[in-house]
């Protein structure tokens, strides 16, 4: 049965909600930030980027289903063949593209979209394939390895981020609840969950819950909503960034089998005023280490490690969609502290270091810009 709350709330209210529609103009521009940011490319919709080890090429995946190779330096960008099929729209269709940790000597990446189930069902997947380069860039042998469980009907939180163990043994995925509230909690279902698996898609050994077996057997942590970041800190610890509701967008660090609250508790309010009891009343679930009321619609979420920007090395570096540029954090143990934002004047879906250090961002929706972030002078 479908959420009284979501009854209350045309689809495309919802969506918009959900994502943080709005752009505030309280950022620092970039000179004042001691930033230059350059125009170099344009996308259609685009969603995620990777770089590709030991190569000065990055792979960037459009909602609608095409996944581009683009050269550094360049404003080309080269179609990838052998692409799935994906079911777009609302916030679906292609998600995520990562490396494998082993890229240089396999060339295998992983990569997430939505699919189309039975009865006007979806539900997001994660897939590996064989990247062949060359002048006809191709995908060979994609197979899935993970589906959400279960398909639901509706358009949003599908989250499908994609992160591996920095030692390479271990693949994280962030599987949103769907806007369905309460599977968040069951774990009998996949959704709302942080997942842990091995790199062929098997649970990982050891996981929280794998004596209960089934869909249990692959949940790291539960009680999430919109996972729309998830990174490891330069310390080797798993962080995730998550859309809250009206309020409420918040940082957590992510712990095995803690339960991270949503939809029992939340810094934010449903959409139509009800009121959600606070993180603060529950000190027996994992409290977030910040969040944000008005809420900054979080695109995804790096740690910098590089040299081009001294002054940020370990600090998170946030891509905003309803603030409209990049939002620093400071993280000291379990606790964050926001910087500065930096205003880039349009909603902003991903943010990458490239190797030398410098950063990528990427616009949101139709027509947006790959640009270039450089220090200053």
Known sequence: MTNPILRSLSPLALLLASCGSSISAQGADPAAAGITVTDVATFDEPWAMTFLPGTNQALITEKKGKLKLWTEGTDKTVDVS????????????????VAAPDFAQSGMVYLSWVEAGQNNTRGAVVARAKLVLGDAPRLEGLSVIWRQFPKVTGRGHYSHRI???????????TSGDRQKF?????????????????PDGTPAPGNPFADKGGVSAQIWSYGH????????????????IEHGPAGGDEINHVEPGKNYGWPLVSDGDHYD????????????LAQPAISWNPVIAPGNMIFYTGKAFPQWQGQALIAALGSGGIVRVKIDGEKATE?????????????????????????????AKLRHVVPKG
């Open 182 to 198: 309460t599977p968040a909690q069951d774990m009998n279902a996949n959704l709302g969950k942080v997942i842990r698996l091995l």
């Open 339 to 367: 910087l500065e934002r930096i205003d880039l004047g349009n909603r902003i879906r991903e943010i990458e270091q490239a190797p030398d250090g410098t950063l990528y961002v990427l616009e949101d929706g139709e027509g």
């Open 163 to 173: 992160a591996f163990s920095p030692d390479g043994k271990y693949l994280f995925i």
């Open 273 to 284: 005023g009800k009121p959600i009891p606070r993180n603060k009343t529950r000190p027996d």
């Open 225 to 240: 909503r919109n996972l729309l970041g998830l990174t490891f800190s330069p310390d080797g610890r798993l962080w995730d």
């Open 82 to 97: 052998g692409t799935p099929t994906v079911d777009y729209g609302g916030q679906g269709g292609f998600g995520d593209v």
